[in-house]
């Protein structure tokens, strides 16, 4: 049962243009979604987060935003710069998950200049 | 600070060996987390601790598989007879809860190839 699902494995944008990332879940428990960027042959990185008590949180270049009610959140990144190109991965977390993140599959985002 | 630091960085192994690896947390985070990823998938949670007590342990973790965080802080996991299918890479993660969020970050993992 995958309840968190990143339906697009890949994602090719133009330099300075806005990537969008999507991802889905189904658990209605899910209060806290993370962004994480992966590098080959590295660890995620965290990028941002938001809670379910707002719909939208910005740092920089990147935003997230919440939809609930359709159980969906999305990472804009504006511009896109070729040193975004990774692997993107969405993950949730719950009261009832017990601290754990539930990992989408991942989008690999290119960026090309 | 110098982040979540995991070692070794790879390790090659015959079936049947055991083999164990280490994290270091972000020091004073009070949880450690162990997650497994394979090719093409997103990270799946293993266990963790909150401080030294083992808290969640997946259905992933085998009996093959122990992980120990003797006095809260570097954590070990061990895996004993290995098999080809747990070739993965291992990472760790460490998170600082107080109240509300767990925001958790990640080593650059130990990447095991099991022959």
């Known amino acids: 049962d995958q309840q968190v699902k990143q339906n697009s494995p890949s994602l090719s944008v133009q330099e300075g243009r806005i990537s969008i990332l999507n991802c889905d879940y189904t658990n209605s428990m899910f209060d806290y979604f993370l962004w994480y960027k992966k590098y080959p042959a590295e660890g995620p990185t965290f990028l941002i987060s938001i809670s379910s008590i707002k719909d939208k949180n910005e740092d920089g270049r990147f935003t997230v935003f919440l939809n609930k009610s359709a159980k969906h959140l999305s990472l804009h990144i504006v511009p896109s710069q070729p040193g975004d190109s990774a692997v993107y991965f969405c993950?949730?977390?719950?009261?009832?998950?017990?601290?754990?993140?539930?990992f989408g599959q991942g989008t690999e985002l290119s960026v090309k200049p | 600070d110098t982040g979540v630091s995991q070692n070794p960085r790879h390790k090659i192994t015959k079936r049947g060996q055991n083999v164990t690896f280490r994290c270091d947390p972000i020091s004073e985070h009070n949880r450690l987390y162990w997650y497994r990823q394979t090719l093409g998938q997103g990270p799946e949670f293993l266990t963790y601790f909150q401080n030294e007590a083992q808290l969640e342990k997946s259905r992933l973790l085998s009996d093959r598989f122990s992980a120990e965080r003797p006095k809260g802080s570097f954590s070990t996991l061990e895996i004993q007879r290995t098999e080809q299918g747990d070739s993965a890479m291992y990472l760790c993660a460490s998170s600082l809860v107080v109240t509300g969020a767990d925001t958790q970050y990640f080593g650059p993992g130990t990447r095991l190839t099991v022959l």
């Open positions: 993950a949730a977390s719950g009261n009832n998950q017990g601290g754990k993140l539930i």
